[in-house]
């Protein structure tokens, strides 16, 4: 009986590789930002309509609401049976959000961002930590393919900040 064990063992050490095997494609092409503009693009615009809505977080009589790959919504909930939103805070390839004490951090695809909310209508970026995180992936995929991998690219110096369906 022994000798099965050790034989699916080593059936099982060959299947695994160091990265995924590079088959399919995906439906999606990626939406690239020139790393300065990336940067640059952070800031507190005029609060506009929620589309694709994804984290949420509230924080005293306010509420932040990411939208996804977009930025974060800036909710005045005073008065709960009329929220007002109040201003949109424009952060590409946004996804997530945590907060803590009067600091909102959230990534900026790559990018780990430290935000002062102790204003939620006028934030100010206090800190970029550069490179935190992965770049995003194909929603259809569970790896970049090579095609789109940072040194494959043209234009080295894009960062990837959503991705649209063909």
Known sequence: MRWYSILILFALVGCFDE?????GTTQYVPVMVDRADFEAAVS???ARDVHQAGKIY???NYIFLNERFKGIHVIDNT???NPLNKGFINIPGNVDMAVKGNT???DSAVDLLAIDISNPQKVVV???QKDTFPELIPPDMDFMPDSFRK???EEKNTIIVDWKKL
Do not use: F, H, K
């Open 58 to 60: 509230t924080i005293g």
């Open 19 to 23: 990265e995924p095997p590079q088959w």
């Open 44 to 46: 507190v615009m005029a």
């Open 79 to 81: 008065d709960p049976a």
């Open 126 to 128: 206090t800190s970029r």
């Open 151 to 153: 040194e494959n690219r």
């Open 104 to 106: 909102l951090y959230a």
